[in-house]
């Protein structure tokens, strides 16, 4: 009885070993992963100014009426972030306190744009605690970039060059704005097109 307790006992604390390293290859395989597939970005869809242009100033209104230009040179330093959204939009709602509170994080500049009746886009600004400032009601900037589909986003440097944009949807994508500007790539779909292409086997070396 004594010799089956002791068996018993060994087994149990193979298993467990066996547990534990099929683990950590886990552990191990998930972090190659990561490291290999990036976070799903914004989505460029290619329209208006490209990556790398200087975006022209555009005169626009706040919405507590001063004059404001969006694009060109801001004369400040630290980058900008347009964030195009509509009270007709959802998804627009819900991602206004994620883009405040990423700026606030990446201390960067933040600015609204809308296109839409000026009592909807201020009652919009009220409910989310925004800065009637902060806030510019512009068909004209929405033409300029090309916004078809909302809500959408582009980050532009101190001298207006668009340094990335696209379709968002979550923090993530706001991050992936800022990725792409550091990683030196139009957006993170390029990061992941150039990995694929750096594991992807020769073709046509033949085998030693």
């Not at 939009?89 to 500049?109: D, H, M, Q, T, Y």
């Not at 033409?143 to 532009?156: G, I, M, R, S, W």
Request: hydrophobic share 50%; charged share 15%.
């Amino acid at each position: 009885m004594d010799i089956l307790l002791i068996i018993n006992e060994v087994l149990q604390w193979l298993v467990l070993a066996g547990l534990g390293v099929a683990g950590l290859a886990l552990a191990r395989q998930v972090g190659v992963l990561h490291v290999r597939v990036a976070p799903a970005g914004a989505l460029d869809a290619g329209r208006g100014p490209a990556l790398g242009e200087i975006a022209p100033p555009i005169p626009a209104t706040t919405l507590d009426g001063k004059a404001m230009v969006v694009g060109g040179a801001s004369g400040l330093p630290g980058l900008r972030l347009l964030m195009f959204v509509s009270p007709a939009c959802p998804l627009c709602k819900g991602l206004i306190p994620v883009a405040k509170n990423f700026a606030a994080a990446e201390r960067v500049s933040l600015l609204f744009v809308g296109d839409d009746d000026p009592a909807a886009l201020k009652a919009m600004a009220a409910a989310h605690d925004l800065a009637p400032g902060s806030f510019v009601n512009s068909g004209e900037v929405g033409q300029l970039f090309e916004v078809d589909k909302l809500p959408h986003a582009v980050l532009l440097d101190a001298a207006g060059t668009v340094l990335s944009k696209g379709l968002v949807n979550s923090r993530e994508h706001l991050e992936s704005l800022i990725n792409a500007h550091e990683m030196g790539v139009a957006h993170v779909q390029d990061y992941v097109k150039t990995l694929g292409q750096r594991t992807a086997p020769a073709v046509g070396v033949a085998a030693e």
